[in-house]
């Protein structure tokens, strides 16, 4: 009769309430191991009733591993370990981990009980540890996400799960800033979102020109800079506008917007933009206008939707295989015969063999040929249908223009 207490329950846990379960088998510490060796090595004569053998070539039976390892094993100097070893990698080439409670239930069925009471306290000393050690693993994880996380919040829109992306951020000096503050209040009125360093950058950040650098390349298509004297003063104006250049030669993507604000000489590497002369105006031409479109992220913008007629009959296409690809009518109702009515009937088209050859409805056709009809009756013809279908193999008999010899003779 198998001892109740070193019977594995069947949630797996213990006396000192350790589920040994979720502990994997590699959180056997090598003092523990070299335990279960020590008592597991020495070969034992008699078997369980069930004929499991009571040492090391029990694991070996009931973990079922490749017989090609019995030689290896029989002359290994600690067996034990190396099947516990060899247990741990075929369970990873199964995705699978061998736990503490396989090993207990294991002992127990080779009727070790001795080795599980001499071990037990060893074993759950190693569960706890593994345990404290996931722990802080885990916690020291979450610590790193959250300090991640808070670095990355750069503007006051900014949370842990979201981070705002803007339209476009804005670059001036300090001296333009009404000018600035006009270009927001207009383009925010037309639900473009722009990202300003005095307005949306959070305080207590250390280095300014890397949130700016952050900002201009992850979460702001544009760069709208304001052009004056005053901006091309200062060098890390300058910084960001060579930043942003590079990064639309590296992207192939439109980025930088100039905006003059002053009659001015601009410099070489903004010379070649087409800029927005804010003092220009004229009927063609309007500043605010030409920066929203310039900002509009021209792939959000809705198709235009094509509404037919309700008087436009669409024929039905059918792909099938070419040798049997044909053009099949569907028998139309008989109607009464006028020449200015046609057939609003539609027709199944499929794939004709020849695909330049262009194809006609049913409709197209019985219009073609009420207007041949339609000829055929002020031209004097009794009968338009006899005419288009006659036989190409017996041409129509042409007149002739003269007059013959024996008839030229008769008269004479």
Same mark, same amino acid.
Request: net charge positive; hydrophobic share 35%.
């Given at each position: ?14 006396r000192d309430d350790v589920n040994l379960r979720i502990i994997p088998l590699s ?187 952050? +900002?201009?390349? $992850?979460?702001?298509? @544009?760069? !709208? &800079?304001?052009?004056?004297? =005053?901006?091309?003063?200062? %060098?890390? *104006? ?8 590079? +990064?639309?030669? $590296?992207?192939?993507? @439109?980025? !930088? &917007?100039?905006?003059?604000? =002053?009659?001015?000489?601009? %410099?070489? *590497? ?143």
């Open positions: 009769m198998v001892n109740s207490a070193l019977d594995p329950s069947p949630d797996g846990s213990n959180a056997l510490k090598h003092e523990t191991c070299k335990h279960l060796s020590a008592m597991l090595n020495k070969r034992k004569v008699f078997r369980t009733d069930d004929g499991y053998f009571r040492d090391w070539r029990g694991l070996f039976q009931v973990i079922c591993l490749d017989n090609q390892y019995t030689s290896d094993l029989q002359n290994h100097a600690n067996p034990t370990a190396h099947i516990l070893h060899l247990w741990q990698k075929a369970g990873a080439r199964a995705r699978y981990e061998p736990n503490l409670w396989e090993l207990q239930r294991i002992l127990v069925l080779m009727a070790r009980h001795d080795v599980w009471d001499d071990s037990e306290a060893r074993i759950n000393d190693d569960a706890r540890s593994f345990l404290i050690a996931e722990l802080n693993h885990v916690s020291q994880k979450q610590i790193v996400s959250c300090e991640k996380s808070d670095a990355d919040i750069l503007t006051r829109d900014d949370t842990s799960s979201h981070k705002q992306q803007y339209d476009a951020f804005i670059l001036y000096a300090d001296k333009d800033a009404e000018f600035a503050s006009e270009i927001i209040e207009r383009m925010e009125e037309r639900n473009l979102k722009l990202c300003v360093k005095d307005r949306d950058i959070l305080a207590g950040i250390e280095f300014e020109h890397d949130v700016f650098v952050r +900002l201009i390349s $992850e979460r702001c298509r @544009r760069l !709208i &800079i304001v052009i004056s004297e =005053e901006f091309l003063k200062s %060098p890390l *104006n300058e910084y960001f506008v060579m930043f942003a250049r590079a +990064l639309q030669i $590296e992207q192939k993507k @439109r980025k !930088i &917007i100039p905006c003059v604000y =002053e009659r001015m000489q601009l %410099p070489s *590497n903004l010379r070649y933009y087409f800029t927005l002369d804010y003092k220009r105006s004229n009927k063609l031409y309007n500043f605010w206008e030409k920066l929203e479109d310039a900002l509009i992220d021209k792939s959000l913008r809705a198709l235009p939707e094509v509404n037919l007629p309700a008087s436009v009959t669409v024929p039905q296409i059918v792909n099938v295989p070419n040798d049997k690809a044909d053009i099949v009518h569907e028998p139309l109702e008989q109607q009464p015969e006028e020449t200015n009515t046609t057939s609003n009937n539609t027709v199944d088209i499929r794939k004709s063999s020849c695909n330049s050859e262009k194809m006609l409805t049913y409709s197209e056709n019985n219009t073609k040929e009420l207007c041949k009809k339609k000829w055929y009756s002020i031209l004097g013809k009794s009968s338009a249908k006899v005419n288009l279908n006659r036989s190409k193999d017996k041409p129509d008999k042409k007149k002739k223009w003269y007059k013959s010899n024996k008839k030229m003779a008769t008269a004479l």
